[in-house]
Protein backbone atom coordinates (compact mmCIF):
# COMPACT_ATOMS: atom_id res chain seq x y z
CA UNK A 1 0.00 0.00 0.00
CA UNK A 2 1.18 3.53 -0.89
CA UNK A 3 0.87 6.23 1.59
CA UNK A 4 0.93 9.89 -0.33
CA UNK A 5 2.85 12.29 1.78
CA UNK A 6 3.61 16.54 1.07
CA UNK A 7 5.33 19.08 2.47
CA UNK A 8 5.98 22.66 1.84
CA UNK A 9 9.29 24.42 1.62
CA UNK A 10 10.57 27.97 0.93
CA UNK A 11 12.52 28.85 -2.05
CA UNK A 12 13.26 32.16 -4.64
CA UNK A 13 10.53 30.78 -6.27
CA UNK A 14 8.17 31.12 -3.58
CA UNK A 15 6.45 28.56 -1.28
CA UNK A 16 7.49 24.71 -3.36
CA UNK A 17 4.92 21.68 -2.77
CA UNK A 18 6.63 19.22 -2.83
CA UNK A 19 4.29 15.35 -2.87
CA UNK A 20 5.42 11.82 -3.02
CA UNK A 21 4.81 8.27 -2.14
CA UNK A 22 5.92 6.34 0.57
CA UNK A 23 6.78 3.16 -0.55
CA UNK A 24 8.67 0.99 2.49
CA UNK A 25 7.12 1.41 5.99
CA UNK A 26 8.16 4.89 7.39
CA UNK A 27 8.46 8.02 5.84
CA UNK A 28 12.45 8.35 5.44
CA UNK A 29 14.34 9.77 2.86
CA UNK A 30 14.93 6.09 1.53
CA UNK A 31 11.41 5.23 1.80
CA UNK A 32 9.74 8.08 -0.44
CA UNK A 33 9.83 8.77 -4.08
CA UNK A 34 9.12 12.50 -5.18
CA UNK A 35 5.76 12.42 -7.80
CA UNK A 36 5.87 15.97 -7.83
CA UNK A 37 6.91 19.30 -6.94
CA UNK A 38 4.87 22.38 -7.69
CA UNK A 39 4.75 26.25 -7.12
CA UNK A 40 2.21 28.91 -6.44
CA UNK A 41 0.14 29.56 -9.38
CA UNK A 42 1.65 26.55 -11.49
CA UNK A 43 -0.03 25.58 -14.80
CA UNK A 44 -1.14 22.30 -13.41
CA UNK A 45 0.55 22.16 -10.21
CA UNK A 46 -0.57 19.80 -7.63
CA UNK A 47 -3.22 20.46 -4.61
CA UNK A 48 -3.33 18.42 -1.46
CA UNK A 49 -6.05 16.27 -1.36
CA UNK A 50 -7.88 14.62 1.44
CA UNK A 51 -5.54 11.55 3.19
CA UNK A 52 -2.52 12.97 2.08
CA UNK A 53 -0.01 13.36 5.29
CA UNK A 54 1.89 16.24 6.10
CA UNK A 55 5.29 14.37 6.77
CA UNK A 56 7.79 17.15 6.09
CA UNK A 57 10.77 14.96 7.28
CA UNK A 58 10.23 12.36 4.49
CA UNK A 59 11.90 15.06 1.98
CA UNK A 60 14.54 15.85 4.68
CA UNK A 61 17.01 15.38 1.67
CA UNK A 62 15.33 16.71 -0.84
CA UNK A 63 15.10 19.87 1.05
CA UNK A 64 18.86 19.56 1.12
CA UNK A 65 19.45 19.50 -2.32
CA UNK A 66 16.88 22.12 -3.04
CA UNK A 67 18.88 24.69 -1.06
CA UNK A 68 22.34 23.47 -2.40
CA UNK A 69 21.07 24.09 -6.12
CA UNK A 70 19.52 27.48 -4.93
CA UNK A 71 22.31 28.24 -3.31
CA UNK A 72 24.28 27.42 -6.35
CA UNK A 73 26.59 24.65 -4.78
CA UNK A 74 25.02 21.60 -6.14
CA UNK A 75 24.49 21.18 -10.23
CA UNK A 76 22.36 18.06 -9.79
CA UNK A 77 19.74 16.26 -7.77
CA UNK A 78 19.78 12.65 -6.93
CA UNK A 79 16.04 11.95 -5.46
CA UNK A 80 14.22 9.04 -6.04
CA UNK A 81 11.09 9.67 -8.11
CA UNK A 82 8.01 8.19 -8.32
CA UNK A 83 7.24 5.72 -11.30
CA UNK A 84 4.19 5.49 -13.53
CA UNK A 85 3.46 9.45 -13.95
CA UNK A 86 2.66 10.40 -17.40
CA UNK A 87 2.51 8.58 -21.29
CA UNK A 88 5.38 6.48 -22.80
CA UNK A 89 5.53 9.08 -24.76
CA UNK A 90 5.83 11.85 -22.03
CA UNK A 91 8.23 9.54 -20.23
CA UNK A 92 10.37 10.04 -23.43
CA UNK A 93 9.98 13.48 -23.24
CA UNK A 94 10.82 14.12 -19.86
CA UNK A 95 14.34 11.31 -20.02
CA UNK A 96 15.76 13.89 -22.68
CA UNK A 97 14.94 16.90 -20.71
CA UNK A 98 17.57 15.28 -17.99
CA UNK A 99 20.15 14.92 -20.40
CA UNK A 100 20.29 18.50 -20.94
CA UNK A 101 23.50 19.95 -18.82
CA UNK A 102 23.57 22.39 -15.94
CA UNK A 103 23.88 25.75 -17.37
CA UNK A 104 23.14 24.66 -20.81
CA UNK A 105 19.73 24.48 -22.88
CA UNK A 106 17.79 23.47 -25.67
CA UNK A 107 15.64 24.13 -28.26
CA UNK A 108 12.02 22.78 -27.71
CA UNK A 109 12.87 21.31 -31.72
CA UNK A 110 16.03 19.65 -30.42
CA UNK A 111 14.04 18.07 -27.61
CA UNK A 112 11.66 16.56 -30.89
CA UNK A 113 14.68 15.25 -32.82
CA UNK A 114 16.06 13.50 -29.48
CA UNK A 115 12.77 11.64 -29.38
CA UNK A 116 12.14 10.95 -32.80
CA UNK A 117 9.27 13.56 -32.89
CA UNK A 118 10.68 16.30 -35.16
CA UNK A 119 8.58 18.21 -37.27
CA UNK A 120 4.52 18.31 -36.22
CA UNK A 121 5.66 16.63 -33.07
CA UNK A 122 7.58 20.09 -31.79
CA UNK A 123 3.69 21.06 -30.47
CA UNK A 124 3.05 17.53 -28.96
CA UNK A 125 6.98 17.80 -27.27
CA UNK A 126 5.88 21.08 -25.88
CA UNK A 127 2.67 19.59 -24.34
CA UNK A 128 4.76 17.24 -22.49
CA UNK A 129 7.45 19.44 -20.80
CA UNK A 130 4.68 21.83 -20.09
CA UNK A 131 3.13 18.31 -18.08
CA UNK A 132 6.23 17.74 -16.03
CA UNK A 133 5.21 17.38 -12.69
CA UNK A 134 8.91 17.79 -11.17
CA UNK A 135 9.72 21.22 -11.92
CA UNK A 136 13.39 22.38 -10.85
CA UNK A 137 14.58 18.80 -10.40
CA UNK A 138 13.62 17.67 -14.03
CA UNK A 139 14.74 20.73 -16.07
CA UNK A 140 12.02 21.68 -18.10
CA UNK A 141 13.05 25.63 -17.35
CA UNK A 142 16.23 24.29 -19.63
CA UNK A 143 14.20 24.19 -22.69
CA UNK A 144 14.29 27.94 -24.83
CA UNK A 145 12.60 28.77 -28.17
CA UNK A 146 14.49 27.99 -31.10
CA UNK A 147 15.33 31.69 -31.58
CA UNK A 148 16.99 32.03 -28.00
CA UNK A 149 13.77 33.43 -26.49
CA UNK A 150 12.47 32.15 -23.34
CA UNK A 151 8.92 30.16 -24.30
CA UNK A 152 6.56 28.38 -21.74
CA UNK A 153 7.30 27.61 -18.30
CA UNK A 154 4.70 26.17 -15.88
CA UNK A 155 5.47 28.05 -13.07
CA UNK A 156 5.95 31.01 -14.66
CA UNK A 157 8.36 32.92 -17.10
CA UNK A 158 10.07 35.00 -14.65
CA UNK A 159 10.48 32.09 -12.46
CA UNK A 160 12.37 30.22 -15.70
CA UNK A 161 14.49 33.24 -16.09
CA UNK A 162 15.37 33.16 -12.59
CA UNK A 163 16.25 29.36 -12.67
CA UNK A 164 18.72 30.01 -15.65
CA UNK A 165 20.04 32.90 -14.03
CA UNK A 166 21.19 30.56 -11.04
CA UNK A 167 22.52 27.98 -13.08
CA UNK A 168 24.76 31.14 -15.51
CA UNK A 169 22.55 30.36 -18.41
CA UNK A 170 20.25 32.11 -20.92
CA UNK A 171 17.93 34.64 -18.70
Not at 1 to 11: C, H, K, L
Amino acid sequence: MTTTVYARVESPLGELLLVGDVVADGPDAAGVRLRSLSMPGQKGGAVVQDGWRHAPEAFAETFRQLEAYFAGRSTRFDVPLAEGAGTEFQRRVWAALESIPYGSTASYGEIAARVGASGAGVRAVGTAIGRNPLLVVRPCHRVIGADGALRGYAGGLERKKLLLGIEGGAG
